[in-house]
C-alpha cells in the first residue's frame, strides 16, 4: 500500500493518537542453504527526536489491511485466505513481457510478482550472457488447488513427506501473490535445469546472490528448518520488498525472525537500513488495534504492509 503525501491527513486522528511449502518445484533435491552476503550493509536503530504534526500525518487502517501487503507471514502456524488476493492473479502465459516459461498451462501468478520475476531475469541473462529465462513452476493457489496438492502428495509420499514439505491449506505462502517456486529454461536448447542441477550452477549462484536487489529471499533454508516448519526448498523465492529482502540476507535470518524483530521498534525508534545500492530506508513496526489502528507516519514516500498477524510495517524511503 503506497500513499501520498496529502493522504489521510486528520487533525482529530493525530489529536487522539498523541492522547492514547509448499509443494512443487523440485522436491527430490537436496536442502541447500542461501549463499553467504559479503556485500556491505548498514543497519542500526535511531532514536528521533519530536517530531510535530506539521511533518506527519495519520492513516487509518483496518482489520484488512491486516492482510494486505509484502510482509505478510503465511506458515504452519499463521492461516491466510488465498481468496483475498484473487484479483491481482493472472497468468504466466497471459501476463507475461518476455520469453518467461510456465511449468504447467495458465499457472497462475500475481500480476505484481511476475513483472518482478521479469526485470530480475532480465538482469539475469545481462549477467551471464546466456539465453536463459526462468521457468515457474508454481506460484498462485487457490484453497481447492492445495488441497489437492496435499492429498496427492500425501497419496503419493506418505505423512512425514507432507508434514516435510507440504502446507495444509491456508498455511501456505502459495495462497498469497508473493511466492514462486523457480527453475531455469535454456531457449536455446529447451533444456529445463533444475536450481540446483550442474547445468544450473552460474544461473542459480547469480539467483542467490543478487535476489535481494529485486526484493526476494530464498524462504527456506537448512539452517532455519526449526524456525519455518518446512526442509529446505532451493526452488521457493519469496518477495518481501527492498529494502527487508536485503536486512534479512546480511543477517541470516528467517523471515520470521525478521518480523518478530521488527516489534522492538516503533516510529520514534526505528530500524535504518542502506543499502550497497545508495538507499537508505528507515523501518518500524505498529500494533494493530481491533476494528481500526491509527498509524502515524511522516510525509514523504513510504509503504504500509500488515504482517497478517498483529501489526503494520511502515517502511520509509529517506531522501
Known amino acids: 500500500m503506497r500513499y501520498t503525501v496529502s493522504r489521510f491527513i486528520s487533525l482529530l486522528l493525530t489529536l487522539l493518537l498523541l492522547l492514547s511449502g509448499c509443494s512443487g518445484g523440485e522436491p527430490s533435491e537436496p536442502p541447500v542453504s542461501a549463499v553467504p552476503s559479503d556485500f556491505p550493509i548498514e543497519t542500526s536503530v535511531i532514536s528521533l527526536p519530536d517530531v510535530s504534526t506539521e511533518q506527519t500525518e495519520t492513516i487509518v487502517l483496518t482489520d484488512e489491511d491486516l492482510h494486505k ?13 488465498a481468496s483475498l488476493c484473487a484479483d491481482e492473479v493472472t497468468s504466466v502465459r497471459e501476463g507475461r513481457t518476455t520469453q518467461i516459461q510456465e511449468g ?31 521457468l515457474v513452476n508454481d506460484s498462485y493457489r487457490t484453497m481447492d488447488a492445495q ?35 523457480l ?21 542459480y549462484a547469480w539467483l542467490l546472490e ?18 519455518t516448519g518446512y526442509s529446505a526448498e532451493s526452488w521457493h523465492f519469496r ?53 481500526e489502528t491509527a498509524v502515524r507516519v511522516p510525509k514523504g514516500d513510504y509503504t504500509v504492509s500488515g504482517n497478517n498477524v498483529d501489526g503494520f510495517i511502515v517502511t520509509v524511503r529517506e531522501e
Do not use: W
Request: aromatic fraction near 12%.
Open 69 to 81: 501487503g509484502d510482509l505478510l507471514l503465511v506458515n504452519r502456524n499463521v492461516y491466510y485466505d
Open 104 to 134: 504447467t498451462y495458465q499457472l497462475p501468478i500475481g500480476k505484481a510478482l511476475l513483472s518482478r520475476l521479469e526485470t530480475m531475469q532480465a538482469d539475469l541473462q545481462s549477467a551471464t550472457s546466456a539465453d536463459i529465462v526462468f
Open 147 to 181: 488441497q489437492a496438492v496435499y492429498d496427492d502428495l500425501l497419496e503419493q509420499y506418505g505423512q512425514a513427506y507432507v508434514d516435510q514439505y507440504v502446507a495444509p491449506v491456508g498455511r501456505s505462502e502459495h495462497h498469497t501473490v508473493l511466492a514462486a517456486d
Open 183 to 203: 527453475s531455469f529454461y535454456d531457449l536455446s536448447s529447451g533444456a529445463i535445469l533444475a536450481t540446483t542441477s550442474d547445468g544450473a550452477a552460474p544461473y
Open 210 to 227: 543478487n535476489c535481494r536487489k529485486y526484493g526476494f529471499i530464498l524462504r527456506y533454508t537448512t539452517e532455519k528448518e526449526a524456525i
Open 239 to 291: 518477495y518481501v520488498g527492498v529494502p527487508h529482502a536485503d536486512y534479512i540476507a546480511a543477517h541470516s535470518l528467517a523471515l520470521e525472525e525478521y518480523l518478530e524483530q521488527l516489534k522492538s521498534t516503533s516510529f520514534e525508534s526505528r530500524l535504518t537500513i542502506q543499502t550497497d545500492r545508495g538507499e537508505r530506508y528507515s523501518v518500524y513496526y505498529v500494533p494493530a488495534s481491533s476494528g
